[in-house]
């Protein structure tokens, strides 16, 4: 059986193995992040992961699993909605600490309602557009800041944002905080999702 404290050290080997190979000049764009996010409204509560990585010089291969959910229990009503992104981007280099990114990709949205014993389940196709700017302000800190748009199947598109700021704890761990738009047709869309995660960095090839 694996305990907490066991599965604790397991992470901090990990941790340390990678230092090893991770670089503290420059930005990198090879990185796992996980992020915990929750607006104001304390009954929606969202997940996500993220992941970035090279495909070749200046072109990055990124993916994105997002879960938010709301729970009504006044009224037995839950919903929820899941969204995977995948997207190719060119890395513009404007500076030695400050890139830009443009990419583009395939999300799939995946909604679920229960109002009772009543259970409905939705699928949505569409593509992504995104636009973002990240900056070192100092080896410690780091801020970034993104623009994003959805086009469905029905031709229309929702403008998304976010924004980030990162403290660089160890060479491959830093400590995310942020907020954005809740990325949802379920939702309001005028609600905003406050989130704290962790990126790991993998170094550059």
Request: aromatic share 10%.
């Amino acid at each position: 059986m694996v305990t907490i404290k066991t599965t604790a050290k397991m992470c901090l080997a990990a941790t340390v193995l990678l230092a090893s190979s991770a670089f503290a000049e420059g930005l990198s764009w090879q990185y796992v992040e996980v992020a915990y996010q929750q607006p104001s409204d304390h009954d929606i509560q969202g997940v996500e992961a993220r992941f970035s990585g090279h495909v070749a010089k200046k072109w990055v291969l990124q993916g994105r699993v997002n879960r938010v959910r709301l729970k009504e229990s006044a009224v037995d009503l839950e919903m929820s909605q899941t969204r995977f992104d995948v997207s190719m981007g060119r890395i513009f280099s404007l500076t030695n600490r400050l890139d830009a990114l443009v990419s583009a990709g395939y999300t799939r949205l995946e909604y679920e309602t229960e109002l009772g014993t009543l259970k409905l389940d939705e699928g949505q196709h569409a593509g992504n557009v995104q636009f973002g700017l990240r900056t070192g302000i100092t080896d410690k800190f780091e801020a970034e800041a993104s623009l994003s748009m959805l086009f469905d199947d029905q031709d229309t598109s929702d403008l998304l944002w976010n924004a980030r700021l990162r403290y660089r704890a160890i060479p491959v761990l830093s400590i995310v905080v942020g907020v954005s738009g809740i990325d949802s047709d379920v939702f309001d869309s005028n609600d905003i999702l406050y989130e704290i995660g962790f990126r790991f960095d993998l170094g550059e090839d």
